[in-house]
T-cell receptor
Framework: EAGVVQSPRYKIIEKKQPVAFWCNPISGHNTLYWYRQNLGQGPELLIRYENEEAVDDSQLPKDRFSAERLKGVDSTLKIQPAELGDSAVYLC?????????????FGQGTRLTVV | AQSVTQLDSQVPVFEEAPVELRCNYSSSVSVYLFWYVQYPNQGLQLLLKYLSGSTLVKGINGFEAEFNKSQTSFHLRKPSVHISDTAEYFCAVSETSGTYKYIFGTGTRLKVLA
C-alpha cells in the first residue's frame, strides 16, 4: 500500500514569491492534515480536512496561506507571498475518520527554504 | 485543550545502554497517546500507540512505553539502543473523540554513541 505522497521534497524560493505543495493521502483516508515543522520543533497543525471540508483552519495564517482539497482526495497548500519566516518543513498526514481515527500517517514532507 | 511536554531536548546514550525518553501531557478529556520517530530528512513514523487496555505498549524496533494516568505520563523506553536509533522522537496526543487533532511535543533528539 502506498503511503502519503508529497511533492516536491525540497523547494528554494525568494521571498515574496508564491509556492505550492501537493499531497496525495493514503487511499480511503478521508481526513487530511497539513502540519508545519520549524527547525528543532514538533509539527504544528495548520489545517485539517474531513473530505472536502476544512474543519479546523484556526492556525492557518489566512493572509498568505491557502489550501484546497478538491474532490476530497489530493490537497494543495499555497503560500503567497512567502516570507523568510515561512522556511520550514511542511508535512502532510492522513487518517481514517471518526472513531476509527487512531493513527496519523505522515508523508516525507516538503522542506521550504525562503531566501 | 491538550499539551505535550518533552522535557529532554537531547539525550546522549552509549550503544547497548538502556534509554528512557520522557513525555508528560495535559488534557481535560480522554486522549490517545503516540510516539513517532523522525530520521533525518524523513517524515514521521509511528513507533507505538496507546488507545486503551494494557498500560504497557510495545512498538517497533524494540521500543515500549508505559501509560501512567495518575502522572499523565507516557515515557518511551528501550533496554538496549543501537546506533541506528539515533533520531528525533516525538510524543503526541489526540482526543479520543471530537477534533481528532494530533498535538505534538517539541521532540527529543536521541544520539547513540559508539
Amino acid at each position: 500500500e502506498a503511503g502519503v505522497v508529497q511533492s516536491p521534497r525540497y523547494k528554494i524560493i525568494e521571498k515574496k514569491q508564491p509556492v505550492a505543495f501537493w499531497c496525495n493521502p493514503i487511499s480511503g483516508h478521508n481526513t487530511l492534515y497539513w502540519y508545519r515543522q520549524n527547525l528543532g520543533q514538533g509539527p504544528e497543525l495548520l489545517i485539517r480536512y474531513e473530505n472536502e471540508e476544512a474543519v479546523d483552519d484556526s492556525q492557518l495564517p489566512k493572509d498568505r496561506f491557502s489550501a484546497e482539497r478538491l474532490k476530497g482526495v489530493d490537497s494543495t497548500l499555497k503560500i503567497q507571498p512567502a516570507e523568510l519566516g515561512d522556511s520550514a518543513v511542511y508535512l502532510c498526514a492522513s487518517s481514517t475518520t471518526g472513531r476509527l481515527n487512531t493513527e496519523a500517517f505522515f508523508g516525507q514532507g516538503t522542506r521550504l527554504t525562503v531566501v | 485543550a491538550q499539551s505535550v511536554t518533552q522535557l529532554d531536548s537531547q539525550v546522549p546514550v552509549f550503544e547497548e545502554a538502556p534509554v528512557e525518553l520522557r513525555c508528560n501531557y495535559s488534557s481535560s478529556v480522554s486522549v490517545y497517546l503516540f510516539w513517532y520517530v523522525q530520521y533525518p530528512n524523513q517524515g514521521l513514523q509511528l513507533l507505538l500507540k496507546y488507545l486503551s487496555g494494557s498500560t504497557l505498549v510495545k512498538g517497533i524496533n524494540g521500543f515500549e512505553a508505559e501509560f501512567n494516568k495518575s502522572q499523565t505520563s507516557f515515557h518511551l523506553r528501550k533496554p538496549s539502543v543501537h546506533i541506528s536509533d539515533t533520531a528525533e522522537y516525538f510524543c503526541a496526543v489526540s482526543e479520543t473523540s471530537g477534533t481528532y487533532k494530533y498535538i505534538f511535543g517539541t521532540g527529543t533528539r536521541l544520539k547513540v554513541l559508539a
